[in-house]
Nanobody
């Protein structure tokens, strides 16, 4: 069974930084695109950033220039470096990944990690 486990969330003041990690474990043949999403109270889950296995990245406009997504394919881990945090970045952050365990890739999600930015 594949699991994605996030870590690194917490409470930070506006202007501060946090680094989130998401490690995939289990019987994994490969992981294609991985991503970070977030969901604030009363809002829908939204894309933050994605990264392909080759390193191509995509960001939501709201985080461009402040957040950086990266990955370590050898460790099956994706990271999200968040700088210049704003109160509106407060949300539960989820990672996901298209994981191949046999033949067909399947989308897996982590359980989420809370990020709270105080003003």
């Amino acid at each position: 069974q594949v699991q994605l486990v996030e870590s690194g969330g917490g409470l930070v003041q506006a202007g501060g930084s946090l680094r989130l990690s998401c490690a995939a474990s289990g019987i994994i043949f490969g992981i294609n695109t991985m991503g970070w999403y977030r969901q604030a109270p009363g809002k829908q889950r939204e894309l933050v950033a994605t990264i392909t296995s080759g390193g191509s990245t995509n960001y939501a406009d709201s985080v461009k220039g402040r957040f950086t997504i990266s990955r370590d394919n050898a460790k099956n881990t994706v990271y999200l470096q968040m700088n210049s945090l704003k109160p509106e970045d407060t949300a539960v952050y989820y990672c996901n990944g298209w994981v191949t365990t046999s033949r067909v890739p399947r989308l897996y999600w982590g359980q989420g990690t809370q990020v709270t930015v105080s003003s």
